[in-house]
């Protein structure tokens, strides 16, 4: 049997675990609305409901699990059958390091006080900013590309 129709087949038990499981979830959500009085399911207490969406999370996470090690997996085979391919992966990553890099540098880290009475520290501050500089940049360069190719195209023709 190939392993493409093997992979068909894990991918209709998993969505079909998942469609079991929703059904399970919204009918536990349901029990627990009308013992509770609660006409919406934001107004149950919060252990109750994570009680019964728990296993969805659990899916979740084992499904996430899985195609991150499958892509890990696809991706080192790849390299190691095209070794040449692995200078420009490296130069990829480490292109990407430097802009995480710079984003960090330019972000400020300021302590700041959450609504729910929580503290955010100045790393995690740093860091929020950080992502949102390395947003920007590659933002920047995606559209700074794309306009590059619609002019090679143009003065091309």
Same mark, same amino acid.
């Given at each position: 049997?190939?392993?493409?129709?093997i992979?068909?087949?894990?991918?209709?038990?998993v969505?079909?675990?998942?469609?079991?499981?929703?059904?399970?979830?919204?009918?536990?959500?349901?029990?627990?609305?009308?013992?509770?009085g609660?006409?919406?399911?934001? /107004?149950?207490?919060?252990?109750d409901?994570?009680?019964?969406?728990?296993?969805?999370?659990s899916?979740?996470l084992v499904?996430?699990?899985?195609?991150l090690?499958?892509?890990?997996?696809?991706?080192?085979?790849?390299?190691?059958?095209?070794?040449?391919?692995?200078?420009?992966?490296?130069?990829?990553?480490v292109?990407?390091?430097?802009?995480?890099?710079?984003g960090?540098?330019?972000?400020?880290?300021? /302590?700041?006080?959450?609504?729910?009475?929580?503290?955010?520290?100045?790393? /995690?501050?740093?860091?929020?900013?950080?992502?949102l500089?390395?947003?920007?940049?590659?933002?920047?360069?995606?559209?700074?590309?794309?306009v590059?190719?619609?002019v090679?195209?143009?003065?091309?023709?």
């Amino acid at each position: 049997m190939k392993i493409s129709k093997i992979l068909s087949y894990v991918v209709l038990a998993v969505g079909a675990l998942g469609i079991i499981l929703w059904f399970v979830m919204n009918s536990a959500i349901d029990k627990l609305m009308e013992a509770n009085g609660a006409s919406d399911p934001r /107004e149950l207490p919060f252990t109750d409901a994570a009680d019964a969406v728990s296993p969805i999370y659990s899916l979740t996470l084992v499904v996430f699990v899985v195609a991150l090690i499958a892509t890990v997996i696809t991706i080192f085979t790849a390299l190691a059958k095209n070794p040449a391919g692995l200078k420009k992966t490296a130069v990829g990553i480490v292109s990407f390091l430097v802009i995480v890099g710079i984003g960090y540098g330019l972000a400020d880290g300021v /302590e700041t006080s959450l609504k729910d009475g929580e503290i955010l520290t100045a790393g /995690e501050s740093q860091w929020v900013g950080a992502g949102l500089y390395i947003f920007y940049f590659l933002a920047a360069i995606a559209v700074g590309l794309m306009v590059m190719s619609g002019v090679k195209k143009l003065i091309g023709k």
